[in-house]
Structure formats: structure tokens, C-alpha cells
């Protein structure tokens, strides 16, 4: 494992004959978030690293009495009494954190049906993609984020740590879903000129997958669809919701399809009564496959 960053202290803790080195790097993280440092404390005995805690300049807000750097070579301070005190002990209790494996990416197609209305027009586009999917063999996940548990993202910024978020809900199934998937598509109806609530909680909260992804330079090639339906007659009306999917899209890495939006679809069943659309969004869809 070689040593990320720049190396801001190495100590050397000499105890039961054994030579330990309590590192502390830096990382500059400011190609992802302006400013963004990452600080690394490792305990190594020769090649084997023994321990590691991770944190970030983001994690701290302004007001608080302590920064990431300090947090970091305090602890390093303290893991250098541990050492002295017992080095089997300090094994025991500082278990190697996991990092993340990575997934494989598949054939499956997952669509996002964005919409807490089951019978709704976005319902109706996602039946329609999902349908060109199986026929191209695909196999195909729905997710209906209204109805799952998701906890909004605080901005806490700890995933950029671990690669993980701090909440254990079924966002892990959902980012694993899309993280092996080829093609995501994600169905909005424009509620207050933007996307609904839970869909925006989940788009979120792929901040972990982004943190995944740096943490573990795993970068996979999907695509990317944004079919989005308004009440209202004009073009203008998408024009937050495709803010909103872009930078999620960009966000991810994921390559953007041209978008499928359709507008003045205020009654439930108006997607079935424009001319054509059925057939361009499964055109779409079974071209993309």
C-alpha cells in the first residue's frame, strides 16, 4: 500500500522490540471540492500498515475549535501512547477500516421512477422504458424512491473518509444498483419548477458513491437519461429539473442522453395522448441498448 499525499509527520514508537511509524499525510482533494484536504493517519511496522483513521477539512465548519489537521495529529499523538503502552492491544482495538471493492458494471438497466404518484405520468414513461429494456433482453430495476427509506444528506462530508455514508438505510442497495448498471434512467414530473423532494433526498446522497469512486479510482461508463414530465405548456418548465439531473450526471460520470420533455401533461394519462411518444421514448431507450 503506498502513502497517499504528503507526508505532514512521521513518528517512530519503538515498543516490544518493534519499530512503529505513526504517519500523518495530506491529500489535496481540490479537483473534486475547492479547498478540500483529506488527512491520513497510518501506523505501519515495515510494509504492514496496522491501523488507519481518515478525516477532512469539510467535516469542520468554521465555528468549530478544531480543524482536520488538528484532529489528525492529536489522534496520532494519542496512538503513539497506545504503541508504547502495548502494541497488541492496540491492534486489537483499531481494526483495519475496509475500503471500498469497487462494483462490476452489467447489463441491467435501472430507471428512477421519480414521481410519488404510482399511476402517474412519469410512471407511465418508466413502464415504457423498462418495456424497451426487456425487449432488448435487459434485465431491469425500478426503484421508487417515496417509498424507501432515505435519510437526506447533512453535508457532513465524512463518505469522503471511508468511501461509505454514515446512514445504514437502503441507499447502500440503490447506489450498488446503479453503480453495476449501463443505462440509468430517472423519470421527474417538475413539481415547485424542480424535482420532488425524495427524489432530490436520493440524488443527495450518491455523494457517497462520487466519495466511493474517489477513494477507490473506480471509474465505470454508464449512460444517462432524464425523462421529465410538466403540467404547464413550454420548455421552460424543465429547466431547473435538467439542472438538477446534469450535475447529478457529472457528478457520477455518467454520459447524458438527450433528455425526453414533455410538457402541458397536467392530468394523469396525458402522456398516453401525445402523438408518437411512446414509440421515441422505447426508440430511445432500445437504441441506447
Sequence with gaps: MEQAGKVIRDQQVQADGTAYHVIVSEEDLSRFYPGLLRYTLEVRAGKEVLAVFRTNSYE????????ARQVAEERATSWEEELRT???AFRESHPLPPL???HVQGRRVVIIQG??????????????????????????EVIYPHDMD??????????????T?????????????VAGCSLLVICSPVYTNTVPAGLKALLDRFLA?????????????????LMAVAGRKGQDNFMCVTEVIRAFFSLLGITPLQPVLVDATDLIGDVTKVEGLE????????DTL
Excluded at 477513494?215 to 461508463?221: D, M, Q
Excluded at 414509440?279 to 432500445?286: A, Q
Aim: charged share 15%; aromatic share 6%.
Design 165 to 177: 455514508c454514515v446512514f445504514q438505510d437502503d441507499m447502500s442497495e440503490i447506489i450498488d444498483a
Design 60 to 67: 469542520y465548519s468554521p465555528a468549530m475549535p478544531f480543524q
Design 150 to 163: 432515505i435519510h437526506h444528506c447533512i453535508g457532513c462530508y465524512q463518505c469522503y473518509n471511508t468511501g
Design 115 to 140: 414521481s410519488p404518484r404510482a399511476g402517474g405520468n412519469s410512471a407511465i414513461l418508466a413502464s415504457w422504458a423498462a418495456e424497451a429494456a426487456r425487449r432488448k433482453g435487459r434485465e431491469v
Design 100 to 102: 471500498p471493492a469497487g
Design 86 to 88: 502495548g502494541p497488541s
Design 279 to 286: 414509440g421515441r421514448v422505447m426508440s430511445v431507450v432500445r
Design 209 to 225: 458513491m462520487h466519495a466511493e469512486m474517489t477513494l477507490g479510482g473506480h471509474v465505470l461508463s454508464r449512460k444517462g437519461l
